[in-house]
């Protein structure tokens, strides 16, 4: 089990150690390096997700140093789901890579050093069980996508990659004030030690934990693209190359996880009392209506996104702003069935999204045009391409049989019943008619409409409008394979929804339950650490640091 829990971790961070080193090794060889990185890593993340499916949370220490102090491993069920999807997303990038006809990382000799750096930050993020390691990652993940974005060179790839940084550097502020003002009053940064001190402290203390608390959901409401802190995912998503897009798939749904974890161990409510809430005001802001509105506000701009972008690339990446304000529209309903039915959401979206970038890459390679969306001829193969776009729109479109249908759905009936049942997230009247879960439905069905209109425009801009191909598709790379593999999860995820969304529902009801978790951390074995090292050293107490 320990085994399972650091491979993730050290199958990147050793391969990409050894590529930064060998610089000069034959692409060819890099490549199946890297590939093989994914694949041990993926099964690693298999096993792992084998494991929580029955319930069991896998937990290590890193060292010899006891908890609170030593580096502590978790995986549940829920950061088994992100590793596996993570995984997954590498190994069809890398394959992409090594199928297709142009040599795109060639421009650089760091590409796969940079992209194994990348999946080590997002597993680490995954499966570290404290905030001040989370923090660690998410700036690991920060220099690896900074190195990944900028790949190829060019000017408008180094304005995305300024503004993705400026904004990002923005968010890690907030991280680490956040983090500095939660450690000031409870003297820990675990988060089964902080599940357990944050309702215990004094009411004079309360309110720099609830402005703790709230800078920390406004890092990860950045980190996840949530409008009105979207404004860097649009310019780097669409300058990434097409792999490095894909796996950047994954990034937003980094900032949904740390939003579900903060929500569930350390409830806003909880820890501040309501004797002290005069003391802050803006600890009264009531944090699940306003994601939830975020979430609508994000599913507009995205889906008015789509419908007037010029380029394919620039369609897809606000295709990704609509996914996370449809999902997040679920996880704001603050019930079981809400963040259950958003997982679903978001395993169907990450995957989607990432087959779509790495289609339209084919797409472009083969047309004049490149991915603007303009009148030219089609590319070769077009009638397998073209087949494979109409899969992938009426997928994230949402629309039936496919698995985006059955995920809306799943939202629409938890926000629904939140509503009804008079949750943080519904009016509190017990009346379905609310006016929440009517402007959800609303927002959602209308980005649907929105979605397809541009969805449809640019299928007939691509293989409707033009001259057919006078070329022959050629190369192993020609019928986009590993997109291929990516889009055809949609009619899998749809035949077996009710596995699925049985297996997402144990995990929301594990996440928000918190016990298990909690317990497999404070199960660890403690070893006392070297006196050397620790003298001078007290046991944090819940006044302040130690």
Known sequence: ????????????????????????????????????????????????????????????????????????????????????????????????????????????????????????GLAGAFLTADLFNLF??????????????????????????????????????????????????????????????????????????????????GAFALKAALVPLHAWLVPAYSAALAPVAALFAIMTKVGVYALLRLFALMPIGDAVSDATLAELPVARLPIQPLIATGALLTLAVGAIGVVVAAELRTMVAYLILVSVGTLLAG?????????????????????????????????????????????????????WLGALFLLGALAIAGLPPLSGFVGKALILEAVQDASVAGSEFGSGSGSGSGPDWMLSWTA????????????????????????????????????????????????????????IAGYTQSLALQLLDGEDYIMAIRGLEPVDPPSAATEGIAKPVHGGPP
């Open 331 to 383: 996880v704001a309903a603050g019930t079981a069935e809400g963040i259950a039915a958003g997982l679903y959401y978001l395993i169907h979206t990450t995957l989607i999204t990432a087959g779509l970038f790495l289609l339209i890459d084919v797409i472009s390679q083969g047309r004049a045009r490149g991915s603007c969306l303009q009148p030219a001829q089609q590319p070769p193969a077009a009638a």
């Open 1 to 120: 089990m320990n085994l399972l829990l650091i491979l993730p971790l050290a199958l990147p961070l050793g391969l990409g150690a050894w590529l930064f080193a060998r610089s000069g090794m034959p692409l060819r060889q890099q490549r199946r390096l890297s590939l093989m990185g994914a694949l041990g890593q993926l099964g690693a993340a298999v096993g792992l997700l084998a494991l929580s499916a029955e319930g069991q949370i896998a937990a290590t220490l890193i060292g010899d140093w006891p908890v609170p102090y030593g580096i502590v491993l978790a995986a549940d069920r829920l950061s088994a789901l992100m590793l596996t999807l993570t995984s997954a997303l590498a190994l069809a990038a890398i394959a992409h890579l090594s199928l297709s006809a142009a040599d795109t990382e060639r421009s650089g000799r760091h590409f796969h050093a940079l992209l194994q750096l990348q999946l080590f």
């Open 136 to 217: 660690v990652f998410f700036e690991v993940l920060l220099i690896a996508s900074y190195g990944l974005l900028v790949h190829g060179g060019g000017a408008a790839r180094s304005r995305a990659a300024l503004h993705y940084v400026v904004l990002n550097m923005v968010g890690s502020s907030l991280f680490l004030m956040g983090v500095a003002s939660l450690y000031a009053v409870t003297g820990t940064l675990s988060l089964a030690e902080l599940s357990d001190r944050l309702p215990e402290l004094a009411p004079d203390q309360a309110p720099l934990a609830g402005t703790g608390l709230l800078l920390l959901t």
């Open 444 to 499: 959602v069905l209308g980005s649907t409409l929105l979605v397809v209109i541009g969805l449809s425009r640019a299928g007939m801009m691509l293989f409707w409008q033009g001259p057919p191909s006078t070329r022959i598709a050629s190369g192993r790379g020609a019928y986009a394979p590993a997109a291929t593999a990516l889009l055809a999860a949609s009619p899998l995820l749809a035949l077996f929804a009710a596995p």
